[in-house]
Structure formats: structure tokens, C-alpha cells
């Protein structure tokens, strides 16, 4: 069975695929316990709650044995230009990567259920995820042997780097399991020392201080001081991977067709970020992972950006 998910993943179109076996993730939940207590996670109230089933898949899905992990990259093969405003990279394109990844996880499990019956999920929970429910994505994938979570707190994967969507199904089944990887960052520091506000310090991440956090997540206006340190970013932030050695090496474009980016993105001047309309926004950006921070927090964080 383990061959035949792996098979059928790349058939998919994911990039990589790793297989953990579920337990309790006891220093996670140690980690996640002190970071939680230091006020780290802002106004983020969501990640306080279901505890236990963010550190044990099987409180939250009963019976999982398994945790299957897909990664699918999303460097793009443009950039927008250079002196204008920035959106971070798995913001650009037109459909949002939930969506994505969701479909194809779908059909991964749909081949599995038609292939070894439907014992081999709890379709009586949710038991597919991306990014939006209690979840601790980058561990497991780590565990999986896809990767090394790096400094910058991001999983970096070989041959792809940290640019990647991680997506997990909860099987009820015993599989071949793989190998964690080292880390390899070594004494490499270069994303601690790029972050302008920094939010970093090697081990974990002040999400207060993180220009990601604050143009998404946060319900308010950026902090003052923070507004100067936005860099050109109005949602999101690619600072710390960009000076990433291993992304350097690694960042190739994707070959997935449904990520394609939003309609003219790559065109946009200062000039049109600072005129963006409320018609404009909606015809680009209405189903893409951009609607997450609304329109009116976006032309917030437009104005803060472009401030002198």
C-alpha cells in the first residue's frame, strides 16, 4: 500500500510524499505549552484551543494510525517587479491553495478507498487538512522525512526548499514508515539577520513581530513599529526564505496549472497598489488566499508600506 500512495501521489502532481506513524507529540506539546504562555501567538486565540488534538492526530481522528504528508511547491516562475509592492508567494495565484491541495487530496484518498476499501479512513471525521485546522503540518512532514524545519521555522524539503503547501491525510492503517531528516541549516543565521522586525531568534517565532502576521492576522492596523519595517509587503512576507541559501539552490517553478497566478498580478506598478479599487481587488483576488486579509486591511497595509 505504501508504494501504491507514493505512485499515485506523484501521479497527482504532488512533489513529494512521506508516511509518519501517529503518536503524541510530547515536546511539541512542551513547546507549544511555553511559547502559548510567553503570548507569542497574538491574538491567534485558535491556536489555544483543541490542545490535545493539535499534539495527538488520534484525539483528532480516532482510529489514525498513519499521517500521510504531501508537499506541493508554489515558486512561481515571475516575480513582480522590483520596486513596487509585494504580496508574499503563496498568495499569488488566482485560486487559493486550500482549494487546491484539497482537490488533490481528495483524490488521493478516493484512489486509496477504491483500491484497499474504506477502512483505511475515519470518514466520520475531517481527515484531510491543509493549513486550516489543529494540525502541527510542518512536524509531521518532518517526521515523514520530507524535510528539516529551519530557523526561519519553515520546513525546507531537498530539491524544493521552503516554498512548499504541506498537506496531510490521517489514515487508519499501518504503512512503511519513513525516516526523519537532519537538520542542515549548520550555524547559518542569514534568515535571523535578514528579519527587519526581528521576529526570529532560531528556535521559534514572536508571530507579534512577525510582518506576515501582522498584514494577515492581526485584526487591527500594523503596529507603529512595525509600519516602517514592511519593506514593499502588504500581505505576507518572504524575507527569511528569500535569503535562504537552500532556497538559493533549491526554488525551482512549479509545474501545477491550477496555481496559476492571479490576472495581471506581475503588472502592478506602486501606483496601481495605491489605486486599487474595491472592483479591481474582487476581480483579482476573490478566490485567491489574498481574500484572507479583506480588502480594507489591504488598503491599510497599502498605505503603511508606501508611507516615507
Not at 506523484?10 to 511539541?28: N, P
Not at 493539535?54 to 480516532?62: C, D, F, G, H, K
Not at 515523514?144 to 521555522?153: C, D, E, M, S, V
Amino acid at each position: 500500500m505504501t508504494n501504491f500512495i507514493k505512485q499515485k501521489a506523484k501521479e497527482i502532481g504532488f512533489d513529494a510524499c512521506g508516511i509518519a506513524k501517529a503518536s503524541y507529540l510530547e515536546q511539541d506539546a512542551d513547546f507549544m505549552k511555553s511559547w502559548l504562555a510567553a503570548g507569542k501567538h497574538g491574538e491567534m486565540a485558535y491556536l489555544e484551543r483543541n490542545f490535545e488534538k493539535r499534539t495527538n492526530p488520534s484525539a483528532l481522528v480516532p482510529g489514525t494510525k498513519s499521517v500521510l504528508v504531501v508537499l506541493l511547491n508554489y515558486f512561481p516562475s515571475e516575480k513582480q517587479p522590483s520596486d513596487s509592492l509585494h504580496i508574499a508567494r503563496y498568495a499569488h495565484a488566482e485560486i487559493d491553495y486550500h482549494t487546491v491541495l484539497k482537490t488533490m487530496l481528495s483524490e488521493l484518498e478516493n484512489a486509496l478507498i477504491r483500491a484497499y476499501g474504506t477502512d483505511v479512513v475515519n470518514s466520520q471525521f475531517q481527515h484531510t487538512f491543509v493549513d486550516s485546522a489543529p494540525v502541527l503540518e510542518r512536524r509531521w512532514a518532518q517526521r515523514a522525512g520530507l524535510g528539516w524545519i529551519g530557523k526561519h521555522t519553515q520546513l525546507i524539503a531537498p530539491g524544493i526548499g521552503s516554498y512548499c503547501f504541506i498537506g496531510s491525510l490521517m489514515l487508519g492503517v499501518e504503512l512503511d514508515y519513513d525516516e526523519p531528516i537532519a537538520d542542515r541549516c549548520g550555524t547559518c543565521s542569514r534568515c535571523l539577520q535578514a528579519c527587519p522586525t526581528n521576529a526570529l531568534d532560531g528556535t521559534s517565532i514572536d508571530a507579534r513581530l512577525c510582518i506576515s502576521y501582522q498584514t494577515i492576522e492581526k485584526k487591527g492596523s500594523v503596529d507603529a513599529s512595525i509600519q516602517p519595517n514592511l519593506l514593499g509587503f502588504v500581505l505576507g512576507c518572504d524575507i527569511c526564505a528569500d535569503v535562504c541559501p537552500w532556497n538559493k539552490k533549491w526554488a525551482i517553478p512549479h509545474r501545477t496549472e491550477a496555481l496559476r497566478p492571479a490576472l495581471n498580478l506581475y503588472e502592478l506598478q506602486k501606483r496601481d497598489w495605491q489605486e486599487l479599487s474595491a472592483e479591481k481587488y474582487k476581480a483579482m483576488f476573490q478566490k485567491s488566499a489574498v481574500k484572507r486579509a479583506g480588502f480594507s486591511k489591504l488598503k491599510q497595509n497599502i498605505a503603511f508600506a508606501l508611507q516615507k
